[in-house]
C-alpha cells in the first residue's frame, strides 16, 4: 500500500518536473543572458565613474568635475532602459528564477531599474529645483549685528560662548534660513511623491527604502525597539547635562532653551567630561598605525594604502572616504591624514569600510560583490572608527602604559555613551519627521517637527515659536530618507562588536587577534550581497538586527 502511494507520487513529480522544468530552464537562461549583457556593459562605465569621481576629488578642477559628471549621467542611463526594465519585470513575474543567485541578481537589478523608470522630464525638473534649493543653503549666511557669519562660525559660538544673549541670537539667526527654503522644500516633497507613486509607491520616503532594499516597517520597529531601550537613560544623562548647562550658564534648568545645547540640532554630544584624545596621538602616526592594526587582525590593507591619497593637497577634498574602484581589488582611501584622534578615528573607519570591499568574494557575479546594504558596510567602519578612543586599545598600540588606560577607561566610556545616546536619539527624530513628513506634507509641520524634537530629543519648544525649523536641516532637503542609515550602522557595529567579544575573540581590542579578521571574511566580506542584509546578519550573528546589544553597551 505504502509502496504504491510513493510510487504514485514520484510518478506525479516526475510528470510535474518534465513539464516544469524546460519553462524554468528557460526563464533561468533568460536571467543568465540578460545579466551577462548588463555586465558587458556596466563594469567599463563603473569603473570609469569612480575613477573620474576619484579624480575630481583629488584635483578639484572643472575640467575633472565635468568628465566625472558625464561618466556618472553614462552610468545613470544604463537603468533608464525600459526594454532591459520589462525584461525584468517579465523574469520576476514568472517567478520561475529560483536559483538563489540569480534569484538575488534579479531583486537587485529590478529595484535598480525600476529606481530608473521615471520620466526624464519629471527627473530633470526634480534636480532643477534641488539645485535652486542647494544654491540658498549654500548662499546663507547668519546676520548677526551687522555681521555676515557661517555655519561653523555659530558652530563656534554655541560652543564657546556663555553669554545667553548671543547663544540665543545665534541660534535664531542660523534658524532664518527656515523661512528662505520651507516652501519650495515642500514643492520639491510633493513632486518627489508624484514621482514614487507614478512607478507604484504609496510616497517617496517608502520608495527609497523599499528601492534600497529595506522594508518601511522593519525600520521602524528597530526604531521603536531603540527608542524603548534608550528613553530612560537617556532621559536620566539629559538631566545630567542640564544641571551641567545650569551652572555653566548661571540659569535655572527650567530656563536652558534648544540653544544651551552647543550644537544647533543638539545631534552630538555637549561637552560635560573632559578628556583629550588628541594629547595620545600628536606624535603617533596614523598611517603607520592602521596598517599595523589591520594586519595584525589578519586584513592586510597595503594595496589599498598604496592606491589611497592620504594627506592634504590644494584643490582636494578635505573629509574623507573609501571607493572600490571596480569590485575587483583596486580599493582606495582619500585622507587628509594629521596625527589626531579624530583622523584616527577616520583611518579606522575609512580602511573599515576599505577591507568590506577589498576582500570580496572575486567569484561572485559582478552585481552581488558589494557590501549586504549601505549600512552594513558603515557598521564595519564604525565599530573600527570607535576603537581609536578605546584606552585598551590605545594601550595595546603601545601608545599609552596600563596605568594611564585605567585612570581614563571611565571618563571615556562615559564620553562614548554620551555621544551615541544624543546621536541616536537625534536621529529618531530625523527618521520620524521625513517619513511623516512624505506621508502628509500639508500638514502643519512646524509643529510636527517640535513634536519630534519634544518626544525623542526632550528639549522644550521657545514658547510660542512657529517657524520651519526642520527646513533648516539640509539633509531633509537635500539628502533625503537617508540618515536613519546612519543610527543602523552604530546599532549593527554594537551587535557585531558584542558577537565577536562573546564568541569569537577573548580580546575586547581586537589588537593582534586574526580570529576576528578571520570571522569577518567569511561571515560578512565574502558574502557580499548575496543574501538579504537581515538574513547576512543573522547568518553571522545568530540573530537578526537588534538593539539590545547597542543599548547593553551604552544604556546602563
Ligand atoms: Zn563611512
Redesign the pocket.
Known sequence: MKKSILLVICTIAIIFLMLCTPKHEKMENRMKQFISGYEAKIIPLYKEANLASWNANITGTDADWAKSEKASFELARIFTDSTAFAELKELKLSGLVTDSLLARQLELLYNAYLGGQVDPALLAEQIKMETEISKKYSNFRVNLNGKELSDNQIEEILRNSTSNKDLQAAWEGHKMIGPVVAQEIIMLVKHRNMIARKIGFANYHEMSLKLSGQEPAEVTSIFDELDNLTRDNFALLKSEIDNYFAKHYKIKTSDLKPWHYQNRYFQEAPEIYFIDFDKYYENQDPVKLVAEFYDGIGLNVDAILAKSDLYEKPGKNQHA??TDIDRSGDVRTLDNVKPDSYWMNTML??L??GVYSYYNDMSLPFVLRDAAHAFT??AI??MFGRLAKDPLWMQNMGLIDSAESKKIADVSRKALRLEMLVFSRWAQVMYRFEKSMYENPDQDLNQQWWNMVEQYQMLAKPEGRNMPDWATKIHVALYPCYYHNYLL?EVLASQWYSYITANVSRNPSFVGDKAVGDYLREKVFLPGSRYYWNDMIERSTGEKLTAKYYARQFVQ
Open positions: 572616504f573609501s573607519h575609512e573599515g569600510h558596510t558603515e567602519a564604525n550602522g
